[in-house]
C-alpha cells in the first residue's frame, strides 16, 4: 500500500475556471492509494511547494501527484520540491490539467470528467515509480578536435586559452583547411593567408594544444566525458624531431606529380610539404608515388637530407587516448562539376571552379599569382563567372544554397578587374547577400567594377576558336544570350567530406541527406549533436562562410569549456534497464540503439542440478543510453525496459484512462 | 489482394463482419474515448502548444507521455482497445527530426504493421491513427483530435476486442 498525496493547483482562474476543482479532489480522494488530498491557488509558488514538504513530513507521504500545468514547464521545479522534504525526485508524477484539459476544453463539465481521468493516470502510474538515483561520472579534461580548417584550429585556440588541454587530427600533412587555398576573403579582401597562417602558428605554438597531422580517427567509444578514441597516425616516413624543414628533400626528388593543395594546377614531389606555410612545415612521402617505394630505388631524399631524418621503414602507429569532449570540424569539399556535361568541365582547360581560380589568383600558387588561363598561358579580357552550379540543383542531388558562392563570385569579378582588368560576365539564379557589409562588396562589384551581372542559366559552352562561347537566356530581358569568353569559372557547390558518414557512424552522431552533420536542435541547440558531449564547428555541419565559421567554433568550444570545467557530471537515471533473468540474449535490441549503448555481455548462472552455465544476455551503458525505449519494443521477452517509462507503467496509465 | 488482407478478409468471414459494431446503436450519451501515444519531444509539445495557444478541440483524447514514438509498443494499443478504448491515437516526431534520430522511423514501420494488425483481429483499421505532429504544430495536433473524434463518433463504440468484466 502506497501513500500518495495529490496536490491539485488552481493556477488562479486558468484552472479553477474551467475545472471544477472539488469534484476533482472528491474523485481523486477515492482513487487507491490515496490517503491526502489539497488544493493550492498556485502550487508552483513558494507557499504551494512549502505545502507538499509540509503534507509530506505529516501525513508521511510516499509518493506525489500534482496536478497542475505541462511536466515540460514544472516536472523540475516539483522534483526538486520532493526531494527537498526528503522523498526522492523520482517519486513524482504531473498531471497536466492546464495545457491538456482547461485551456483547450470550454465545457467545464467535460473537462472536469477529463482532469479527473487525468489525476487518475498520474496516480496509478506514480504507484509504479520507484527511487532512482543520479549517477555522476568522471571527466576527462582534455579536448579532442577533428580536423584542422579554420573551424578546428579556432576551436583548439579557444579551449587552449581556456587552460585545458587540446589534439588537433587532421588527415592531410599540415593544418589550414579550404581557407589556406583562398586568395582574399570578402567582404573586406583581406588575404586569406595573412589571416589564418598567425592562427596556424599559434596553435602550433601553444602549450595546451597538440598537433596530429597526417592522422585520422578509426574508432571512438564511451561516452561523454569519457571518450576513449584510436587515432591512426599515418607513416610519414619522416622523423620529425630530426627534420628541420630546411627543404632539401623535395628539391632533390625526381618524382613530379600534380599537387592536391592546387587542385591539379601545379605540381609537387613525392616527398612534399602541401604549401610553403604548412604547419607543421615537415614533410611526408607519399608511398605510392615514391620511387623508392614503387622499385626499391632512389633514396635520393636520404641521401641528401643533411639532418638525417629520411625513415623509409616508419610504419603507421595507433594511439589510444581518452578525451572528455569532441568538437567535429571536418569541414566541406567542392563539388566536382563534371556532371554538367554542357559546361564542358574537364573537357575545356579553360572552364574552371572558384577553388581553381583562387589558387591561379593567389600569390603562392601555380601561376604565382598572375591570372592566365591555364589552356595557353593568356590572359583572359572576358571571364564569365557561372552561378549556383550544382546548388539549387534537385536534378544534381543538391537541393540547397551553398551560400558562399554569391559572395565569392562577386569577389572573383573584383580581382579579375583590379587585378587584370578582365570584364566579369555573371550569371545567376538570385543574388543573395545576407551577412554584415555583403551587399555593400556585391554593390562594389556591379558598380565601381562593372560587372556585367545576367539573371539567367547558361544552356551551353562550346570552343570557337580561342574562345568559350556561354550561350544562356537573360530571363529580365526575356533574351537569348552569348557572351564570347576567354575564360569560364563555375562556382561549385559546397559539399559534404566524401568520408563524412563513415565518421559519423564512428562517432554515433546523425546526418542528414545531404551528409551534413545534424544539430541537437536547428534553432536553440546549432553546436551540439544528439550525443551528449560530441559538438559540431564549421561546414561539417552545412555550408558556411569564414566569419560564420569562427562564430560556431567558438560556440562549440565555450560548449566544450562548459563540460571540461565540470568536476563530475550527473546522469538522469530514465535510462533503458534489462531484466537479466529473462533476457534471452537475442540482442536486437543492440541494432535498433542509435547510441550504440546496448552491448552483449556473458553472466555464470546456476541451473537446476547445481551445475554453473554461461549465458550472453544484453547489457546496456546508462551514461550512453539517453532513455529513448526503441529497445524496449524490439524486446521480444519483455526483458528491456526503461527506467519511468517501463512497459508496466504505460500499462496502468492505459488502465486508469480507460476505467 | 494482399496476403494480409486475404487474412483479414478470411478472419473477417469467420466472425462476421468488423463493422458489426457501427450497426449496433450507440448507447444514449455515449461520448468516443480516445487514447494518445504522445513523444514527449514533439507531439506532447504540440498538444502544449495548442493550450498556450487556447485552440480548443474535442475532450474525447487523454494522452500519455512516452520519451519517443520508438517507445509505444504495439502492445499498448491492443490494451487500450481491450480496456475499452474507441480510438487511438500514436504521434511523434516528424521523420528525420526524431530527438533520438531514428525512433519514428522505427515507429512508422511499427504502425504499418500494427494497422493491419488490429485489423485482422477484426478492429476497423481507422480506429488507429498514427501522426506526426511538431513542437511548433499546435494547430495540427487540435485538428487531428478534431477529425479523430469526428471519425470514431462515426464509427460508433470499439466493442470487438472490449473485454466484457
Given at each position: 500500500?502506497?501513500?500518495?498525496g495529490?496536490?491539485?493547483?488552481?493556477?488562479g482562474?486558468?484552472?479553477?475556471?474551467?475545472?471544477d476543482i472539488?469534484?476533482?479532489?472528491?474523485?481523486?480522494?477515492?482513487?487507491?492509494?490515496?490517503?491526502y488530498?489539497?488544493?493550492?491557488k498556485?502550487?508552483?509558488?513558494?507557499p504551494?511547494?512549502a505545502?507538499?514538504?509540509?503534507?509530506?513530513?505529516?501525513?508521511?507521504?510516499?509518493?506525489?501527484?500534482?496536478?497542475?500545468?505541462?511536466?515540460?514547464?514544472?516536472?523540475?521545479?516539483?522534483?526538486?520540491?520532493?526531494?527537498?522534504?526528503?522523498?526522492?525526485?523520482?517519486?513524482l508524477?504531473?498531471?497536466?490539467?492546464r495545457e491538456h484539459?482547461?485551456?483547450?476544453?470550454p465545457?467545464?463539465?467535460a473537462?472536469?470528467k477529463?482532469?479527473v481521468?487525468?489525476?487518475?493516470?498520474?496516480?496509478?502510474k506514480v504507484a509504479?515509480?520507484?527511487?532512482?538515483q543520479?549517477?555522476?561520472i568522471?571527466?576527462?579534461?582534455?579536448?579532442?578536435?577533428?580536423g584542422?580548417?579554420?573551424?578546428?584550429?579556432?576551436?583548439?585556440?579557444?579551449i587552449a586559452?581556456a587552460?585545458?588541454?587540446?589534439?588537433?587530427?587532421?588527415?592531410?600533412?599540415?593544418i589550414?583547411?579550404?581557407?589556406a587555398?583562398?586568395?582574399?576573403?570578402?567582404?573586406?579582401?583581406?588575404?586569406?593567408?595573412?589571416?589564418?597562417?598567425?592562427k596556424?602558428v599559434?596553435?602550433?605554438?601553444n602549450?595546451?594544444?597538440?598537433?596530429?597531422?597526417?592522422s585520422?580517427?578509426?574508432k571512438?567509444e564511451?561516452?561523454?566525458?569519457?571518450?576513449?578514441?584510436?587515432?591512426r597516425?599515418?607513416?610519414r616516413h619522416?622523423?620529425?624531431?630530426?627534420c628541420?624543414?630546411?627543404?632539401?628533400?623535395?628539391?632533390?626528388?625526381?618524382?613530379?606529380?600534380?599537387?592536391?593543395?592546387?587542385?591539379?594546377?601545379?605540381q609537387?614531389?613525392a616527398?612534399y610539404?602541401?604549401?610553403p606555410?604548412?604547419?607543421?612545415?615537415?614533410?611526408?612521402?607519399?608511398e605510392?608515388?615514391?620511387?623508392?617505394f614503387k622499385t626499391?630505388?632512389?633514396k635520393?631524399c636520404q641521401?641528401f637530407?643533411?639532418a638525417?631524418?629520411?625513415?623509409?621503414?616508419?610504419?603507421?602507429?595507433?594511439?589510444?587516448?581518452?578525451?572528455?569532449?569532441?568538437?567535429v570540424?571536418?569541414?566541406?569539399?567542392?563539388?566536382?562539376p563534371?556532371?554538367?556535361?554542357?559546361?564542358?568541365?574537364?573537357?575545356?582547360?579553360?572552364?574552371?571552379?572558384?577553388?581553381?581560380f583562387?589558387?591561379?589568383?593567389?600569390?603562392?600558387?601555380?601561376?604565382?599569382?598572375?591570372?592566365?588561363?591555364?589552356?595557353d598561358?593568356?590572359?583572359?579580357?572576358d571571364?564569365?563567372?557561372?552561378?549556383?552550379?550544382?546548388?539549387?540543383?534537385?536534378?544534381?542531388?543538391?537541393?540547397?544554397?551553398?551560400?558562399?558562392?554569391c559572395?565569392?563570385?562577386?569577389?572573383h569579378?573584383?580581382?579579375?578587374?583590379?587585378?587584370?582588368?578582365?570584364h566579369?560576365?555573371?550569371?545567376y539564379?538570385?543574388?543573395?547577400?545576407?551577412?554584415?557589409?555583403?551587399?555593400?562588396?556585391?554593390?562594389?562589384?556591379?558598380?565601381e567594377?562593372?560587372?556585367?551581372?545576367?539573371?539567367?542559366?547558361?544552356?551551353?559552352?562550346?570552343?570557337?576558336?580561342?574562345?568559350?562561347?556561354?550561350?544562356?537566356?537573360?530571363?529580365?530581358?526575356?533574351?537569348?544570350?552569348?557572351?564570347?569568353?576567354?575564360?569560364?569559372?563555375?562556382?561549385?557547390?559546397?559539399?559534404?567530406?566524401?568520408?563524412?558518414?563513415?565518421?559519423?557512424?564512428?562517432?554515433g552522431?546523425?546526418?542528414?541527406?545531404?551528409?551534413?552533420?545534424?544539430?541537437?536542435?536547428?534553432?536553440?541547440?546549432?553546436?551540439?549533436?544528439?550525443t551528449a558531449?560530441i559538438?559540431?564547428?564549421?561546414?561539417?555541419?552545412?555550408?558556411?562562410?569564414?566569419?560564420?565559421?569562427v562564430?560556431?567554433?567558438?560556440a562549440?568550444a565555450?560548449?566544450a569549456?562548459?563540460?571540461?570545467?565540470?568536476?563530475?557530471?550527473?546522469?538522469?537515471?530514465?535510462?533503458?534497464q534489462?531484466?537479466?533473468?529473462?533476457?534471452?540474449?537475442?540482442?536486437?535490441?543492440?541494432?535498433?540503439?542509435?547510441?550504440?549503448?546496448?552491448?552483449?555481455?556473458?553472466?555464470?548462472?546456476?541451473?537446476?542440478?547445481?551445475?554453473?552455465?554461461?549465458?550472453?544476455v544484453?547489457s546496456?551503458?546508462a551514461?550512453l543510453?539517453?532513455?529513448?525505449?526503441?529497445?524496449?519494443?524490439?524486446?521480444?521477452t519483455?526483458?528491456?525496459?526503461?527506467?519511468?517509462?517501463?512497459?508496466?507503467?504505460i500499462?496502468a496509465?492505459?488502465?486508469a484512462?480507460?476505467? | 489482394?494482399?496476403?494480409?488482407?486475404?487474412?483479414?478478409?478470411a478472419a473477417?468471414a469467420a466472425t462476421?463482419?468488423?463493422?458489426?459494431?457501427?450497426?449496433?446503436?450507440?448507447?444514449?450519451?455515449?461520448?468516443?474515448?480516445?487514447?494518445?501515444f504522445?513523444?514527449?519531444?514533439?507531439?506532447?509539445?504540440?498538444?502544449?502548444?495548442?493550450?498556450?495557444?487556447?485552440?480548443?478541440?474535442?475532450?474525447?483524447?487523454?494522452?500519455?507521455?512516452?520519451?519517443?514514438?520508438?517507445?509505444?509498443?504495439?502492445?499498448?494499443?491492443?490494451r487500450a482497445?481491450?480496456?475499452?478504448?474507441?480510438?487511438?491515437?500514436?504521434?511523434?516526431c516528424?521523420?528525420?527530426?526524431?530527438h533520438?534520430?531514428?525512433?519514428?522511423?522505427?515507429?512508422?514501420?511499427?504502425?504499418l504493421?500494427?494497422?493491419?494488425?488490429?485489423?485482422y483481429?477484426?478492429?476497423?483499421?481507422?480506429?488507429?491513427?498514427?501522426?506526426?505532429i511538431?513542437?511548433s504544430?499546435?494547430?495540427k495536433?487540435?485538428?487531428?483530435?478534431?477529425?479523430?473524434?469526428?471519425?470514431i463518433?462515426?464509427?460508433?463504440?470499439q466493442?470487438?476486442?472490449?473485454?466484457t468484466?
Amino acid at each position: 500500500m502506497r501513500r500518495v498525496g495529490v496536490f491539485v493547483c488552481w493556477c488562479g482562474s486558468n484552472i479553477a475556471g474551467m475545472v471544477d476543482i472539488e469534484q476533482v479532489k472528491a474523485a481523486a480522494a477515492k482513487m487507491p492509494n490515496v490517503v491526502y488530498v489539497e488544493d493550492n491557488k498556485y502550487t508552483c509558488s513558494e507557499p504551494g511547494q512549502a505545502a507538499i514538504q509540509k503534507a509530506i513530513k505529516e501525513q508521511n507521504l510516499d509518493r506525489v501527484v500534482v496536478a497542475a500545468c505541462s511536466p515540460r514547464m514544472h516536472e523540475n521545479t516539483f522534483r526538486r520540491t520532493v526531494s527537498g522534504a526528503g522523498l526522492n525526485a523520482y517519486l513524482l508524477e504531473i498531471a497536466n490539467i492546464r495545457e491538456h484539459c482547461s485551456w483547450v476544453h470550454p465545457d467545464k463539465a467535460a473537462g472536469t470528467k477529463k482532469a479527473v481521468d487525468l489525476v487518475r493516470r498520474a496516480v496509478y502510474k506514480v504507484a509504479k515509480n520507484v527511487p532512482l538515483q543520479r549517477a555522476s561520472i568522471d571527466v576527462t579534461k582534455k579536448a579532442l578536435v577533428i580536423g584542422g580548417g579554420i573551424a578546428g584550429i579556432q576551436a583548439a585556440l579557444d579551449i587552449a586559452d581556456a587552460g585545458q588541454p587540446v589534439v588537433i587530427v587532421e588527415k592531410t600533412p599540415s593544418i589550414g583547411g579550404h581557407m589556406a587555398q583562398l586568395d582574399k576573403t570578402f567582404p573586406t579582401l583581406d588575404c586569406s593567408a595573412c589571416i589564418l597562417t598567425p592562427k596556424m602558428v599559434d596553435a602550433a605554438q601553444n602549450q595546451n594544444i597538440t598537433l596530429m597531422t597526417w592522422s585520422e580517427v578509426e574508432k571512438v567509444e564511451g561516452y561523454i566525458g569519457n571518450f576513449t578514441v584510436t587515432i591512426r597516425k599515418k607513416a610519414r616516413h619522416i622523423d620529425t624531431t630530426k627534420c628541420t624543414g630546411c627543404g632539401i628533400c623535395w628539391s632533390k626528388c625526381p618524382a613530379k606529380l600534380p599537387s592536391e593543395f592546387d587542385l591539379g594546377l601545379g605540381q609537387r614531389k613525392a616527398i612534399y610539404v602541401p604549401f610553403p606555410q604548412a604547419i607543421p612545415n615537415k614533410p611526408v612521402i607519399d608511398e605510392k608515388n615514391c620511387i623508392y617505394f614503387k622499385t626499391g630505388k632512389c633514396k635520393a631524399c636520404q641521401i641528401f637530407c643533411p639532418a638525417g631524418a629520411i625513415a623509409f621503414d616508419q610504419k603507421d602507429e595507433l594511439i589510444e587516448e581518452k578525451f572528455g569532449a569532441i568538437i567535429v570540424a571536418t569541414g566541406y569539399e567542392q563539388w566536382d562539376p563534371s556532371p554538367y556535361g554542357e559546361y564542358g568541365y574537364g573537357r575545356y582547360k579553360d572552364v574552371i571552379t572558384g577553388l581553381e581560380f583562387e589558387r591561379l589568383v593567389n600569390a603562392s600558387g601555380p601561376t604565382e599569382g598572375k591570372i592566365k588561363r591555364p589552356s595557353d598561358g593568356k590572359i583572359p579580357k572576358d571571364v564569365v563567372i557561372i552561378q549556383c552550379v550544382g546548388s539549387r540543383d534537385e536534378a544534381k542531388g543538391i537541393p540547397y544554397c551553398s551560400k558562399t558562392c554569391c559572395m565569392y563570385s562577386a569577389k572573383h569579378a573584383i580581382l579579375l578587374d583590379e587585378k587584370i582588368h578582365a570584364h566579369p560576365y555573371v550569371f545567376y539564379m538570385d543574388v543573395r547577400t545576407p551577412g554584415k557589409g555583403y551587399e555593400e562588396f556585391y554593390k562594389r562589384a556591379t558598380e565601381e567594377h562593372h560587372a556585367t551581372y545576367i539573371r539567367g542559366r547558361v544552356s551551353k559552352v562550346y570552343q570557337k576558336g580561342d574562345k568559350l562561347v556561354c550561350l544562356g537566356e537573360d530571363t529580365l530581358l526575356g533574351k537569348k544570350v552569348a557572351v564570347e569568353a576567354d575564360m569560364v569559372i563555375l562556382a561549385s557547390a559546397m559539399v559534404h567530406q566524401p568520408a563524412a558518414s563513415k565518421l559519423a557512424q564512428t562517432l554515433g552522431i546523425s546526418y542528414d541527406q545531404n551528409h551534413f552533420y545534424t544539430e541537437a536542435h536547428a534553432k536553440l541547440r546549432p553546436v551540439e549533436t544528439n550525443t551528449a558531449g560530441i559538438f559540431l564547428a564549421g561546414a561539417c555541419q552545412g555550408p558556411k562562410d569564414i566569419p560564420e565559421t569562427v562564430a560556431q567554433a567558438s560556440a562549440a568550444a565555450s560548449k566544450a569549456i562548459g563540460l571540461l570545467s565540470k568536476a563530475k557530471l550527473e546522469t538522469e537515471p530514465l535510462v533503458a534497464q534489462v531484466n537479466e533473468g529473462i533476457c534471452s540474449g537475442c540482442l536486437w535490441c543492440k541494432p535498433i540503439c542509435p547510441y550504440k549503448a546496448i552491448d552483449g555481455k556473458v553472466i555464470k548462472e546456476r541451473i537446476a542440478g547445481g551445475k554453473t552455465i554461461e549465458r550472453t544476455v544484453a547489457s546496456v551503458n546508462a551514461s550512453l543510453c539517453q532513455g529513448c525505449g526503441a529497445c524496449t519494443v524490439a524486446c521480444r521477452t519483455g526483458a528491456m525496459n526503461v527506467l519511468g517509462f517501463t512497459n508496466e507503467h504505460i500499462l496502468a496509465e492505459v488502465d486508469a484512462l480507460c476505467l | 489482394m494482399s496476403v494480409n488482407e486475404k487474412a483479414a478478409q478470411a478472419a473477417g468471414a469467420a466472425t462476421g463482419p468488423s463493422t458489426v459494431a457501427a450497426a449496433t446503436p450507440a448507447p444514449e450519451g455515449w461520448e468516443p474515448k480516445i487514447i494518445g501515444f504522445a513523444c514527449n519531444w514533439c507531439t506532447y509539445a504540440g498538444a502544449d502548444l495548442a493550450g498556450t495557444s487556447r485552440i480548443q478541440y474535442p475532450p474525447n483524447i487523454r494522452v500519455i507521455r512516452v520519451p519517443c514514438s520508438g517507445r509505444i509498443n504495439p502492445q499498448f494499443v491492443v490494451r487500450a482497445f481491450q480496456r475499452g478504448a474507441d480510438g487511438v491515437l500514436v504521434a511523434g516526431c516528424h521523420p528525420g527530426d526524431c530527438h533520438y534520430s531514428t525512433g519514428n522511423y522505427f515507429a512508422r514501420r511499427r504502425y504499418l504493421l500494427a494497422t493491419r494488425f488490429i485489423e485482422y483481429l477484426g478492429v476497423e483499421p481507422e480506429r488507429l491513427e498514427v501522426r506526426w505532429i511538431s513542437g511548433s504544430e499546435g494547430q495540427k495536433f487540435a485538428d487531428t483530435v478534431r477529425e479523430l473524434t469526428e471519425k470514431i463518433r462515426a464509427l460508433g463504440p470499439q466493442r470487438r476486442l472490449r473485454e466484457t468484466l
